[in-house]
């Protein structure tokens, strides 16, 4: 036991930071030693092992004592505190290093006219802790609290915040449905659909076509075959549903044929398939809704808004931005491969001409 101060005469070992046959470095904290007024951070002076503790966690022993031997090499240790005379009996017996006195907090009423009695290491632990020493009853001489009465306080409370977490993450790891969402620059998309339209009055292509084209090319993320929905409602919630095979849809002209050759008026919750598409109505940007009972997830389109974005040069120039929602089932896909998949249809309504060209 290292002597810390001038009338020190006994100290005692606080914690041991490293086990017996533990390895430790430069540095490491390896106990906390604690008198009345400090408590010291013990570290190693170099690389050694820890050979043996003598004097276990909350004994209190005189300065001088061997409290634990340790293997350091050929270092030679200074036990005592910088500037107290005389060395303890045994160098290699206890460890001891260049350590930083830890200032005690001030003691605080714990009633009218009554103060705290807290070993400076319990002090420590209690604020690291977030713990009112005003809470607790010590176990040492006069009620004074010890580290021990903290930590024991603290591992309760670890307990009892950890039990009820595990059982939600066992039993219910996650909600039954969730949403992402991604925001789209489509200013290339609308250029080139006017165009296609101006030279094919005949198609009507629209936002929701290419949505549609881009989802049907990404076969590998539902289990089942692709079956996509597609609901066109009007401002009084009436409209027609098209229900067509991912497959059938590998061209801009087979998309909107699909669509219009399977359009019916139905109700939503009636046709069943994996991906179910729908617009939000004009004005609005952002709408996240569940899919039908009998559909694995849904994506909602927002109305196109306008928003600056830099240049290569960093210039702000305009730009159209439309925001989809992607709803899973949790049963259907994960949120990992929820997230992918917004990627992957994003990419090429960024990129329109390779979205019709593959």
């Known amino acids: 036991m290292p002597k810390l101060g001038l009338t020190m005469t006994e100290g005692t070992v606080a914690r041991w930071d490293v086990a017996p046959g533990g390895r430790f470095q430069a ?14 951070d ?20 005189p300065v001088g004592t061997p409290i634990g031997r340790w293997d350091v090499g050929d270092i030679k240790v200074s036990l005592d505190a910088p500037g107290i005379d005389g060395q303890a009996d045994s160098p290699a017996a206890a460890p001891d290093t ?34 009112d020493l ?45 949403s992402a969402g991604v925001e789209i620059d489509v200013t290339a998309l ?27 090319k990404i076969t590998d993320v539902f289990r089942e075959p692709l079956a996509i929905g597609f609901a066109s409602h009007g401002e009084g919630g009436a409209g027609a549903v098209s229900v067509v095979a991912g497959a059938e849809c590998r061209t ?7 669509i219009a050759s399977s359009a019916a008026a139905a109700e939503t919750s009636g046709p069943r398939g994996t991906l179910w598409i729908e617009r939000a109505l004009d004005g609005i940007s952002f709408l996240a809704a569940d899919p039908p009972n009998g559909w694995s997830a ?7 808004r306008d928003a600056f974005r830099p240049d290569a040069n960093g210039r702000p120039v305009r730009a159209a931005i439309v925001d989809i929602v992607l709803t899973c089932r949790t049963a259907a896909l994960d949120p990992v491969s929820a997230q992918h998949l917004l990627r992957r249809i994003r990419a090429p309504l960024e990129t329109p001409l390779l979205l019709l060209a593959s």
Do not use: C, W
């Open 98 to 131: 260049t350590a930083t006195p830890i200032a005690p907090l001030a003691m605080q009423p714990r009633g009218e006219g009554a103060r705290i009695l807290a070993t400076p290491f319990a002090r420590r632990l209690a604020r690291q802790g977030g713990i």
């Open 134 to 178: 005003r809470s607790l009853n010590g176990t040492g001489p006069r009620g004074r609290i010890k580290a021990a009465d903290v930590e024991r306080v603290i591992a309760a409370g670890r307990s009892a915040i950890a039990s009820p977490a595990a059982a939600v993450v066992t039993d219910q790891s996650r909600a039954a449905i969730f």
């Open 252 to 258: 801009l002209r087979s998309v909107i044929a699909q």
């Open 42 to 61: 013990v570290e190693a002076p170099g690389p050694g092992i820890l050979q043996e503790v003598l004097v276990a966690a909350g004994g209190a022993v």
């Open 27 to 40: 540095g490491d904290i390896i106990l906390v030693v604690e008198t009345d007024k400090i408590a010291y």
């Open 298 to 304: 849904s994506l909602t389109i927002g109305s196109v």
């Open 190 to 216: 609308l250029a080139l659909n006017e165009q296609i339209n101006n030279e094919l009055p005949d198609l009507h292509a629209d936002l929701v076509h290419y949505v549609v084209l881009a989802a049907a």
